[in-house]
């Protein structure tokens, strides 16, 4: 059961890595980002703990920040663009944070 658990966590990923690849901007990051909460929510079930809660970064906020789990990368553009982390905090709680990013107008390698 669990390698059934972890090959559906490494297909949502994949999914999530080909959202991006699509182009579109907006709708390619809200693919991405739809594909990373299903698989962060597969992780903490598989860790016994709540799905991620999703917060929108504000100036100044605090975090605490003890392990990175996931990001979905931003899509590559010249503007302003959505990314995403979850991450693990000092109390081992999950939590997903969205926020704002300068882009890369550059072509990513592959």
Not at 10 to 38: C, I, P, Q, Y
Not at 61 to 71: A, C, G
Request: with cysteine; aromatic share 8%; proline share 5%.
């Amino acid at each position: 059961m669990n390698l059934l658990k972890s090959m559906m966590f490494a297909a949502v990923m994949t999914l999530s890595l080909d959202a991006l690849a699509e182009g579109g901007g907006d709708r390619a990051f809200e693919k991405a980002f739809s594909a990373n909460a299903r698989a962060m929510a597969l992780y903490a079930a598989n860790r016994g703990k709540p799905a991620p809660v999703v917060r929108d970064y504000e100036y100044g906020m605090k975090l605490d920040v003890v392990k990175v789990v996931s990001v979905v990368r931003p899509p590559v553009a010249c503007s302003v663009v959505p990314a995403a982390m979850t991450y693990e905090d000092s109390q081992g709680q999950l939590n997903t944070l969205r926020y704002s990013v300068a882009g890369d107008c550059g072509k990513r390698g592959g």
